[in-house]
C-alpha cells in the first residue's frame, strides 16, 4: 500500500469513527488487540513477527515510516482522535490529539525501553 493510499483510507477510517456513540469495537489481528472508541484507537501488538508477515512490502522504508507517523499524528490531531500504541500491554507512544508535542511532532513516546523491544522485535522477527 503506497503511502497516499494509506493516508485516503486513514482518513475515511478516522470519519467512520464518528458513527461510535458509545462503547468500543475490538479486532483482533495476529494475536495482536485493536479497541476502537470515537476518539480513541489502542492497538496493542503481543507477537510483532506475526504482524511483520502481514505488512512485508507495505511500510516501505525508515524514512517513509517515520513520515507516515508524522503525517498520522496531525491527521489524528486535526481531528481530535488519539492512537495508542501499546507493546504487551505497557504503553508505547501515544499520537494525535491527547499526545504531548515531541520529537516528532503530535507523537509521544511513553516507554523508550518498550519502543525499542518492540523495533527490535520487529527487526529480528521473533517476540
Not at 25 to 47: G, L, N, P, Q, T
Not at 58 to 79: C, F, I, Q, V
Amino acid at each position: 500500500m503506497s503511502i497516499m493510499n494509506f493516508f485516503l483510507f486513514f482518513e475515511k477510517f478516522l470519519d467512520a469513527q464518528n458513527f461510535i456513540f458509545s462503547g468500543s469495537i475490538e479486532i483482533k489481528i495476529a494475536d495482536s488487540k485493536i479497541e476502537i472508541s470515537r476518539d480513541r484507537i489502542i492497538v496493542d501488538i503481543r507477537a510483532p513477527h506475526k504482524l511483520k508477515k502481514m505488512l512485508v512490502g507495505s511500510m516501505g522504508s525508515l524514512r517513509d515510516g517515520l513520515k507516515m507517523l508524522d503525517e498520522a499524528g496531525k491527521m489524528l490531531k486535526a481531528k481530535k482522535k488519539t492512537l495508542i500504541l501499546k507493546y504487551d500491554g505497557e504503553d508505547v507512544a501515544v499520537m494525535g490529539y491527547d499526545a504531548a508535542p515531541g520529537i516528532f511532532g503530535k507523537v509521544e513516546i511513553k516507554s523508550k525501553i518498550s519502543l525499542m523491544k518492540l523495533l527490535a522485535a520487529f527487526m529480528q522477527g521473533q517476540e
